[in-house]
């Protein structure tokens, strides 16, 4: 996942991209915490005024039905959704949006 986000970030100034991290823990003190949204990407980036909600997974990988209802939203939103799976994929993408 990192050298995914690293050649992400390779887009410069003009992309902003964080790691979503979705999922729950058990607190400090034991209190049980949900976060993120279920079914989110993996990545977020905002380049040049537009969304992509990128999900990275394995070659051999399976996109759940939560996360085939977010990438639904993040579409009909507008924004763009992106499947990655592995690190060279990352850079052709980068190369794609760069143009």
Same mark, same amino acid.
């Given at each position: 996942m990192s050298g995914v986000i690293s050649t992400l970030k390779m887009l410069g100034s003009k992309a902003m991209v964080w790691r979503n991290? /979705?999922? *729950?823990? %058990? *607190?400090? =003190? =034991? *209190? #049980? /915490?949900? #976060? =993120?949204e279920a079914g989110a990407a993996d990545v977020f980036m905002v380049y040049r005024g537009k969304f992509y909600g990128i999900e990275i997974k394995t070659k051999d990988g399976k996109i759940s039905p939560a996360q085939l209802a977010w990438r639904t939203r993040v579409l009909s939103a507008g924004g763009v959704y992106v499947l990655l799976t592995s690190r060279a994929d990352a850079m052709n993408f980068v190369? /794609?949006? %760069?143009e």
């Open positions: 991290n /979705v999922g *729950a823990m %058990r *607190a400090p =003190g =034991g *209190a #049980f /915490v949900k #976060f =993120g190369s /794609v949006i %760069r």
